[in-house]
């Protein structure tokens, strides 16, 4: 029973990522096209809103190349193990008071931990491509997504102190208003972190085009690259939403059907702003970014989590 | 000391700036050595210009910096006007001057786009392309093609300024240092750019004399050397401008030249403007075939890239007996192994592009 | 946060660093919010690309795009030769001059804008044609059937497969305006005082008449027949000009203000001297009245009758007293072999054409004598008349000498006779050997002089007569001449009428016609030729039936056919292109290839190959084209399934500029795209 419903869900979560891949690519090509001055999509539906509808039979239909180097059997299956993590990762998120679709005492700690497998993914599909640009693509990554770990999760715990639960509904629950003062700056960490963690500019060193054309998925093609591209968009979906529950208070204030449209209106403008950042900011360089992750966020989300302690002792 | 690996970057790769291999020796991230290989883009157009007529030849020039090719259009024309011993009408020159500093505008937008496309910073690359391309409607208004152009001929220039371009292009450049002003605090004060093109690819201003490094590449390390001031042609000596200089000679700085070179074309543009008078923009009686006196010449002029020269022989016919372009692509290019050693790949990349080279003109 | 442009100041150094300690900390931190406002502010902005498709995409006038060739066998506007009479020699000789007269137009002794009629039918502009061709040609119609068409034997298209169809044009255009005639026709204002007369109602006469009722004159026509039409009515068989096409001309110009009296003989029932003090100016087109008759003997014989007489006979009574005779006509002329043909058709058992000329020089046109001998008429060439011979004063056959040549050296008219002589056994003579003038009665009590051989003396240029006023033209002036030869005439006299009557000098500034010399074409191989490209073929009655009566022989096109071939014309030296070549030679990538012919008329550009695969839009050839035939199009991005797309023929490039293979439909031009204007040479 107990199996029959995970698959349910997983069905249901594919499906919800799958879509709101589709819809955030959609907003991110609007988005950045309003950014650079372009109208973006505008043919296909009112405002070009059915064009990724259009670019999904396309991606479908398209040669799947296999590099003849590669190791065959990881090359094809290591972006199912990309995309997979993130859409069990959504589980865990709170939709409304009272109800996630999966309702676990360590709901947090599976949200951080889950879409690490990715690194795993990552790092098989740039090895298996046999390419020295995929290959340097596919370490960065594993650097870099393994790093921004530690401020990530160090950010959530500042929430997680406050509301004394790892349980995503109790610290829903908990959350009061006033924590967003006290926790912008765990929200900056991890807002900047989650950026890092799914590899999105400016942090897209792994994957950056300039320099490594794709990084650890260059030599992907069709439906293969779009599991790629829905990771990524399924993390920043699933990071957006989990933000939005936990610094933001889910569907705070209202509950219900209306929480769910809140959280979602909360979870879009954080997608927003990541986009209004990539689409601003150069790349940083991989030593950088490294030296950024330790020497400055971790030691402020220490700080953050300090601070969020003496706040706790003085209440 | 880790194993090395070799990588090759290009000849197709989004950040080549054309069809340049580079061959780069990497120990871990960090090159030790990096080799542009060129010859990728390579059509012989020297060759080839000793089978045709000078006119003819001038389509050909265009190919040589595709990105500015008003220059390549200018030095040629400027070589064979010297071999031919022909005159040029003042709002010729004039009109020459305008499309000059335009094309300058138009090749350093996308220099510093590519900067920004280099560094990630995708978003000011449109900006830059967005200014580019008021440019080149511009240059599409006038000679009908918005790349090669075609419009500097021997003797003048192929056609006069069409009504109501005058306008058109003031109110480009009322427009454009402010725009320069914006790209300046979005992509070069930024801390993320300053942090990946600040020191990166030093050269020094003697590396830069001794390499024969021009243009924003040489004016970058503090090479306070730019033809258009210092060997003055045309009717550079009657406008007012200044040439911006860096300090350190990073890539920041070669970049932010550009930027700023921008800023002073746009009053160069403005004050060729109010001088401009009406006359004739082709010299009278120029033959349909020129055939100049056997002799040789050589002309430079400052191309957005650096002194661009041309040296044509002529031995008496109506075709030149030899052509060699002077090309700062070319001479510039060749610092990349020095600049590049010591960093990282992602360096290399920046310093490719804050060199700015253009393989038409590189490879000819 | 607009920046005032003073304030733009280039830094003397840029190479700007972050100030030290925390206050670069703020200056780094506030660069990424600078730089977060920067996007945002733009993303308010409105987009600086279009919305497409409600914003439409423009492009420069000086754009440069695909080629665009005009003016070579286009389907441009060509101009049309259409002027007044009395400056027409001036414009052809001009053109004639500029090499810009087509072939057909200068070898057409009226200068008939032969070119300009295929252009407008080919058009489906067809009354158009007509009125354009009634300028030079007075009877279309008429001369669409009966005219030998040197247009078509100067036609540039025989260099190829077959010359244009122009006359059967003229007879289609005929025909098809005979629909609006009624709407088209509307008499001529009479704008003058003076008023003219006009003798004879013949080609020229008709011609005359037309050209001063252009110019507002009031003309009257006398004509001594019943009906209209002089030799056209008297002499043409009735097969080869049906009589109502004749008279329904004439009908037209009698709508348009012709006053037209039939059965008035001028000298008899009204002397020429009122005609004189009715009208201010007086043109003789009488034409020629008399056959020749040899005088050997027998030829008072009861049997020998004169051509003129007998075509006379066949035309009006339908009967020429030949029927189940056999008949000798004597002469290798048009007339002869009209006179034998009319005698098949009113009944004649034998009829044999006697030539002096051989079978190559006979004078009269290749395709008659086919379609006589077709008919069934036997030619005996080479042989001169050398008496009748008679049987109590009834022809019993004729006797010929053999003739060894016609011309002497010097190409004068100079017979040597052999000594062969023959017999050939016959009930009816027809002497065919030329005609003269009768003018006794018509100039009796006028001044006008008349030659010793009884030729009215005229100025062969200007058409004067030795009588103020008078004037005279037709083939009594020239002898025995083609109908629209005769209309040439018409013209001058026409133009030395108005001269006098403004009261100008008849020779002052005048232009006489020019007569160009065309090369003649070898009839050119048409084997491989698809039949499209070739002529239409003008449907014919059968041999055996057309010689039994009087129904036409040519049975004339159709619409559609006529169009076609219209379609074939060249359209010579209406050309803008005029086959220079410097495109080619220009062309830095050698991407044009043109081959031309030169020939002593003007030059034809035979091909035009622009290979755009190769072509880099430089505009270098358009720039160099002398003559502007050579345009760009919008069209610059092109691609094309195959490569052989990319190389532009000859048809492709003289496709209208808007639309060529590039856009795959005609007349689609990039929006937003004028048209360019011509450049200013």
Redesign the interface.
Same mark, same amino acid.
């Given at each position: 029973m107990t199996l029959l419903w995970g698959f349910l869900w997983g069905v249901a979560a594919v499906a919800t990522i799958a879509g709101g891949a589709i819809l955030g690519v959609w907003w991110e090509r609007k988005v950045s096209a309003r950014i650079q001055m372009r109208y973006g999509p505008q043919q296909i539906g009112p405002f070009g809103s059915l064009q990724m509808i259009a670019d999904v039979p396309k991606l479908l239909f398209k040669e799947d190349i296999v590099p003849a180097l590669a190791d065959k059997a990881i090359f094809k299956y290591a972006p199912l193990f990309v995309f997979g993590p993130v859409a069990v990762s959504m589980v865990v998120i709170p939709f409304t008071a009272g109800w996630a679709p999966l309702n676990t005492s360590v709901g947090v700690l599976f949200f951080l931990a889950v879409p690490s497998i990715e690194v795993i993914a990552i790092l098989l599909s740039a090895w298996a491509s046999h390419n020295t640009l995929s290959t340097l693509g596919g370490l960065r990554a594993t650097a870099q997504m393994i790093s921004y770990e530690v401020p990530r999760s160090l950010a959530v715990l500042a929430i997680v102190l406050l509301a004394g639960s790892l349980r995503p509904l109790d610290v829903v629950a908990a959350w009061r208003w006033w924590w967003m003062p006290l926790t912008f700056v765990a929200f900056v960490i991890y807002f900047v972190a989650s950026i890092a963690e799914m590899n999105r500019g400016p942090f897209d060193i792994p994957e950056a085009e300039s320099e490594l054309v794709a990084g650890y998925f260059a030599d992907y093609s069709g439906m293969r690259w779009a599991s790629f591209m829905m990771a990524e968009y399924g993390a920043m979906i699933a990071a957006s939403l989990f933000g939005a529950a936990l610094f933001f208070g889910g569907g705070w204030p209202f509950g219900g059907a209306l929480g769910v449209i809140t959280l979602i209106v909360k979870a879009i403008l954080i997608m927003t702003a990541i986009m209004w950042v990539k689409w601003t900011f150069p790349r940083l360089r991989q030593d950088q970014l490294m030296s950024f992750c330790w020497k400055a966020l971790t030691p402020l989300a220490l700080v953050q989590l300090v601070v969020v302690g003496v706040v706790l002792v003085w209440l | 000391m880790t194993e090395q690996?070799i990588?090759?970057i290009g000849p197709s790769?989004?950040?080549t700036h054309g069809v340049c291999r580079v061959v780069v020796t990497l120990d871990g991230?960090i090159v030790t050595h990096a080799e542009p290989i060129i010859g990728h883009l390579h059509r012989g157009i020297e060759k080839m210009a000793e089978n045709?007529?000078y006119?003819?030849?001038?389509?050909?020039t265009?190919r040589l910096d595709y990105v500015g090719s008003m220059y390549a259009n200018w030095a040629y024309c400027r070589a064979v006007e010297r071999l031919a011993g022909i005159r040029v009408p003042e709002r010729a020159e004039y009109i020459r001057v305008i499309v000059c500093e335009l094309q300058r505008i138009a090749s350093h937008m996308m220099g510093i786009g590519s900067t920004? &496309?280099?560094? %990630? @910073?995708?978003?000011?690359f449109?900006?830059a392309f967005?200014q580019r391309?008021h440019v080149v409607?511009l240059f599409? &208004?006038?000679? %009908? @093609?918005r790349l090669?152009y075609?419009y500097v001929r021997p003797g003048g220039v192929?056609?006069d300024l069409?009504e109501g371009w005058v306008e058109k292009c003031r109110a480009f450049t009322?427009q454009h240092?402010?725009a320069?002003?914006?790209l300046d605090?979005?992509?070069?004060?930024?801390?993320?750019?300053?942090?990946?093109l600040k020191g990166v690819g030093v050269l020094s201003a003697e590396d830069a004399v001794a390499w024969g490094a021009s243009g924003p590449t040489a004016r970058?390390s503090g090479v306070d050397w730019d033809l258009r001031r210092d060997d003055p042609y045309s009717v550079y000596p009657r406008f007012d401008f200044?040439v911006?200089?860096?300090?350190?000679g990073?890539s920041?700085?070669r970049a932010?030249?550009r930027?700023?070179e921008c800023?002073?074309s746009c009053k160069i543009i403005d004050q060729a403007l109010d001088q401009l008078e009406p006359g004739l923009v082709k010299a009278e009686g120029l033959p349909?075939l020129l055939a100049p006196r056997p002799g040789d010449a050589y002309d430079h002029i400052e191309s957005a890239r650096g002194s661009l020269g041309v040296y044509l022989v002529s031995d008496g016919t109506p075709r030149p007996y030899r052509m060699k372009v002077r090309s700062p692509a070319f001479c510039n290019l060749a610092l990349l192994p020095l600049l590049a050693e010591g960093h990282?790949?992602?360096?290399?990349?920046v310093i490719l592009g804050s060199l700015d080279p253009v393989f038409g003109e590189v490879d000819r | 946060m607009a920046v005032k442009r003073e304030d733009i100041i280039t830094p003397a150094t840029v190479s700007d660093e972050y100030a030290p300690g925390a206050k670069g900390f703020l200056q780094k931190v506030s660069s990424l919010v600078t730089g977060l406002g920067i996007t945002a502010r733009i993303s308010t902005e409105k987009p600086v690309t279009i919305r497409y498709p409600a914003e439409k995409w423009t492009v420069s006038p000086r754009w440069r795009g695909a080629l665009h060739l005009r003016g070579v066998l286009g389907r441009d506007e060509i101009p049309l030769i259409r002027h007044a009479s009395d400056i027409y020699n001036g414009v052809i000789e001009d053109l004639y001059k500029g090499e810009r007269l087509p072939p057909c137009v200068g070898n057409c002794p009226a200068n008939v804008d032969a070119r300009g009629q295929g252009f407008l039918v080919a058009e489906d502009r067809i009354p158009e044609a007509y009125e354009l061709v009634r300028d030079r040609n007075i009877l279309p119609g008429v001369l669409g059937r009966i005219c030998h068409h040197p247009c078509e034997t100067a036609c540039r298209r025989n260099f190829y497969d077959e010359p244009v169809a122009i006359r059967p044009l003229h007879r289609f255009a005929y025909e098809e305006f005979q629909k609006v005639a009624a709407e088209r026709l509307k008499p001529l204002p009479i704008t003058q005082k003076q008023s003219v007369a006009i003798v004879g109602s013949g080609p020229s006469g008709l011609s005359a008449a037309y050209d001063l009722m252009k110019a507002g004159y009031r003309v009257v026509m006398y004509e001594r027949e019943e009906r209209p039409g002089g030799a056209l009515n008297t002499g043409v068989p009735a097969y080869r000009l049906p009589r109502d096409v004749l008279y329904s001309e004439i009908d037209g110009l009698v709508a348009l203000g012709l006053e037209l009296h039939c059965g008035i003989e001028v000298g008899k029932t009204k002397p020429l001297s009122a005609l004189q003090r009715e009208h201010d100016a007086v043109l003789l087109a009488v034409g020629l009245q008399e056959s020749r008759i040899l005088p050997i003997p027998g030829h008072d014989a009861e049997g020998v009758i004169g051509a003129l007489e007998f075509l006379w006979a066949a035309n009006h009574k339908g009967e020429t007293g030949v029927r189940g005779k056999r008949v000798f006509v004597i002469g290798g002329g048009n007339v002869a072999v009209d006179v034998a043909r009319c005698a098949l058709r009113t009944g004649a058992t034998e009829v044999r054409l006697a030539s002096l000329e051989s079978s190559e020089e006979l004078p009269a046109h290749p395709w008659e004598i086919e379609e006589a001998l077709d008919e069934g008429v036997i030619a005996t060439c080479s042989v001169g008349p050398e008496e009748v011979l008679t049987e109590g004063g009834n022809v019993v056959g004729m006797r010929v000498r053999e003739c060894l040549s016609v011309f002497d050296e010097t190409g004068r008219f100079a017979p040597k006779f052999g000594e062969g002589l023959s017999d050939f056994a016959c009930d009816v003579v027809v002497f065919s050997i030329g005609q003269a003038a009768k003018l006794d009665s018509l100039i009796a009590g006028t001044e006008l002089l008349v030659s010793g051989r009884g030729q009215l003396v005229v100025d062969g240029t200007h058409f004067t007569t030795s009588a103020a006023g008078v004037f005279a033209c037709g083939e009594v002036v020239t002898g025995p001449g083609s109908a629209i030869g005769s209309i040439a005439t018409g013209h001058e006299a026409a133009t030395s009428i108005l001269r006098f009557l403004r009261g100008e000098s008849l020779t002052e500034d005048r232009t006489p016609r020019p007569v160009p010399v065309y090369a003649k074409y070898a009839v050119a191989d048409v084997s491989g030729v698809e039949r499209s490209r070739r002529r239409s073929i003008m449907p014919m009655a059968r041999a055996e039936d057309r010689a039994k009566d009087f129904r036409p022989v040519e049975l004339g096109l159709t619409h559609q056919e006529a169009m076609i071939e219209a379609a074939r014309c060249l359209r010579c030296q209406s050309e803008i292109c005029v086959g220079c070549t410097f495109c080619a030679r220009t062309c830095p990538d050698y991407a044009i290839q043109v081959e031309r012919v030169d020939e002593p008329g003007g030059r034809c550009l035979t091909r035009y190959d622009l290979d755009l695969s190769k072509c880099a839009f430089c505009g270098l050839c358009a720039e160099q084209c002398p003559t502007n035939a050579l345009t760009h199009t919008g069209q610059y991005e092109l691609s094309f399934f195959h490569r052989d797309l990319l190389i532009f023929d000859k048809g492709e490039m003289l496709r209208s500029g808007e639309g060529t293979r590039a856009t795959g439909r005609d007349g689609v031009m990039p929006p937003g795209c004028p048209v360019p204007p011509r450049r200013e040479q």
């Open positions: - | 690996t990588v090759n790769h989004p950040s991230e045709r007529t006119l003819q030849v001038v389509p050909l265009d920004g &496309a280099d560094t %990630g @910073a995708f978003t000011a449109m900006y967005a391309d409607e599409e &208004a006038l000679c %009908g @093609a090669t075609n192929s056609m069409p009322a240092p402010s320069m002003l914006e605090r979005l992509l070069f004060g930024n801390v993320i750019a300053r942090a990946r970058g200044q911006p200089l860096g300090e350190n990073d920041y700085d932010r030249i930027l700023w800023v002073e349909r990282t790949l992602s360096d290399l990349v | -």
